[in-house]
């Protein structure tokens, strides 16, 4: 791990400006994920800013009647609260289906936001990656591609994003809510939060340098079943090959967001409008600029199983 310098940050804003005054500042919580690519030297900040002071760790209801979540708040915490499993049922079901108990202990709902790809080619800095070093190519192309994206992919790169968090967020249409650097403050709706890899695949997100996010904010609940399926090589502690998000209403139409295909989660509202007609015509056209390989070609028929599973669970 490459040294680096510490600040605990007094305000959100005043975090902001610091990591706006140094190009290779990180913004630290949980760390479960920024403390690993550091041992691995893949992030080599160097300055690290604590913003665990903030007291961006609340859960609180907003007027319009919905939910309202500090980005501090602990992926434990927020699964068990009493609010989200009545009324967002489908994200209390992903954060547990996420990780394990330990890591949901420390993880924070901004760090899950801001997760960064599991790609094994990401990982391994023997290997070109477009993500980690730009320029450099992409591995992952032509390579074992298995876990890997299927659509909206690019020349550049066929990551996914790893988050369970984030899919239910997509579904239950959340805004991210941030401060920048000279104290502004922004929401960004979840659809446009994630970007899809095109020629950068190593800008993620829509944040700016020194950006920081300090909520989450959820609509009024929509009511219907809240379903999360997740289908992976084990049963627990492992990512998603494909997993759904269902907000499934009495008649039949609802919300349907997928994980595990796609460098961010994956979900078309024209796609939706088929749901009462199946699985199937949902899956065509979720999938109908699909680039899969021969690898990872699977994930389009197991995604329309793992949708129907999700119906047929609502129905019953």
Not at 14 to 21: D, E, L, P, R, V
Not at 33 to 47: A, R
Not at 194 to 216: K, N, S, W, Y
Not at 292 to 306: A, G, Q, S, V, Y
Request: aromatic content about 4%.
């Amino acid at each position: 791990m490459k040294s680096f310098t510490f600040e605990r940050a007094e305000t959100p804003a005043k975090a902001a400006a610091a990591a706006a005054n140094n190009e290779n500042a990180k913004f630290i919580a949980g760390g479960t994920n920024l403390l690993d690519l550091m041992k691995l030297e893949i992030e080599v900040p160097t300055h690290l800013i604590d913003v665990n002071k903030l007291k961006l760790d609340r859960i609180e209801e907003t007027d319009d009647g919905g939910l309202r979540i500090g980005a501090l708040v602990r992926n434990t915490d927020l699964a068990s609260h009493q609010t989200v499993r009545r009324d967002f049922g489908v994200l209390s079901r992903a954060l547990l289906a996420g990780a394990s108990g330990q890591l949901r202990n420390k993880a924070t709902t901004a760090g899950n936001l801001l997760q960064r790809t599991r790609c094994p080619y990401f990982y391994d800095t023997n290997m070109a990656c477009n993500k980690r070093q730009p320029g450099s190519g992409c591995s992952a192309i032509g390579g074992f591609t298995r876990q890997l994206g299927v659509v909206g992919v690019s020349d550049a790169c066929i990551a996914t994003n790893p988050s369970d968090m984030n899919v239910a967020l997509r579904a239950l249409d959340a805004t991210v809510e941030t401060v920048k650097p000279d104290g502004e403050t922004r929401s960004i709706a979840i659809a446009d939060f994630h970007r899809l890899p095109g020629d950068t695949p190593q800008v993620e997100t829509a944040l700016e340098h020194g950006e920081l996010i300090t909520a989450v904010t959820l609509p009024a609940p929509v009511g219907g079943k809240h379903i999360y399926r997740k289908v992976r090589d084990r049963a627990s502690y492992a990512f998603a090959l494909v997993s759904v998000a269902g907000v499934i209403q009495p008649d039949g139409t609802g919300r349907i967001a997928v994980g595990g295909v796609a460098h961010k989660p994956w979900r078309m509202e024209e796609a939706e409008a088929e749901l009462p007609q199946g699985a199937q015509a949902v899956a065509n056209r979720l999938f109908a600029d699909a680039r899969p390989t021969d690898d990872n070609e699977f994930k389009i028929l197991l995604t329309e199983r793992t949708i129907a599973a999700v119906l047929d669970e609502a129905r019953a």
